[in-house]
């Protein structure tokens, strides 16, 4: 009985400290997915639950952020398809204050107005620009473009050939560009 409790004992420290530094970008990744901060943090709590009870399957010295974002697309995608989970119908406007607030409350010391005003609008402006784009180039550009994946990892945690990925990403870009340049033709002829 002692030995289960020293392994287990041992199993919890390695997850804390392998598993635990990429908790803000699996959250990150659920509030895009769920696009509610409620239901993010659901779907953040299962998938750790469910990382710590198959940690013993983790491969030391790979990637463990994307092992975990796997863990998380796979829970989305499960929940999703059993209903018990609802798109949530939240504006980007919610979602932008969200995020403000969450990142004012962690570090109140480092704001700065003129850093904050600007932010926000460029923030508004890309968070506009991905919504606009289908579901597989917005996911495929978030995890390579922001959750820093490589393109392997992310064909192997979507399940599509690597080529995929490629031109998803390439062409979510491009997408990306022309929005952009859409957004930023329609502020320029407002004077906003």
């Known amino acids: 009985m002692t030995v ?3 392994r287990s004992g041992e199993k919890r420290l390695d997850f804390e400290r392998v598993a635990l530094p990429h908790l803000n970008a699996v959250y990150t990744a659920a509030l895009r997915l769920a696009r509610n901060p409620a239901d993010a943090e659901d779907l953040l709590q299962e998938t750790v639950l469910r990382a710590f009870r198959f940690f013993h399957q983790f491969t030391e010295g790979t990637n463990c952020r994307a092992w975990l974002l796997t863990i998380l697309y796979n829970n989305f995608r499960n929940s999703y398809r059993r209903g018990t989970r ?13 995020l403000e607030l969450r990142s004012a409350l962690a570090d109140q010391s480092r704001i700065n107005p003129e850093d904050l005003l600007s932010g926000r609008m460029i923030g508004h402006r ?9 579901a597989e180039f917005r996911e495929a550009l978030l995890l390579v473009d922001v959750q820093d994946l490589s393109y392997q990892e992310v064909a192997d945690l979507l399940e599509v050939p690597l080529g ?7 062409r979510g870009r491009a997408l990306m560009r022309e929005a952009l340049r859409g957004i930023e033709r329609a502020h320029g002829k407002t004077g906003t």
Do not use: G, N, W, Y
């Open 164 to 170: 995929t990925i490629k031109s998803r990403v390439s």
């Open 126 to 134: 890309i968070e506009v620009a991905l919504s606009a784009l289908s």
């Open 4 to 6: 289960k409790r020293v």
């Open 86 to 98: 609802e798109q949530p119908a939240a504006s980007s406007e919610e979602f932008d204050r969200e």
